[in-house]
């Protein structure tokens, strides 16, 4: 008797690309204000794969303070 094995082969999915867009740190949070300080667009500050990588090297801000958008 053979026993055949089914795989079970799923469609690609599409290749999206990630951009970090404006800054949206609140820089009077504390104060009870809105201020943004103006950084239009994600720039790293270090190679990819190490910690610099996460800084914006405009702003100083974490990447998670900017906007993220999918296309």
Known sequence: MKRVVLK???????VTTVRYVECQKNHAAAAGGHIVDGCRE????????TDAAFTCAACGCHRN???RVES
């Open 42 to 49: 994600f720039i790293p500050s270090g190679a990819e794969g």
């Open 65 to 67: 303070f900017h906007r």
């Open 8 to 14: 079970r082969v799923e469609p690609p999915r599409p």
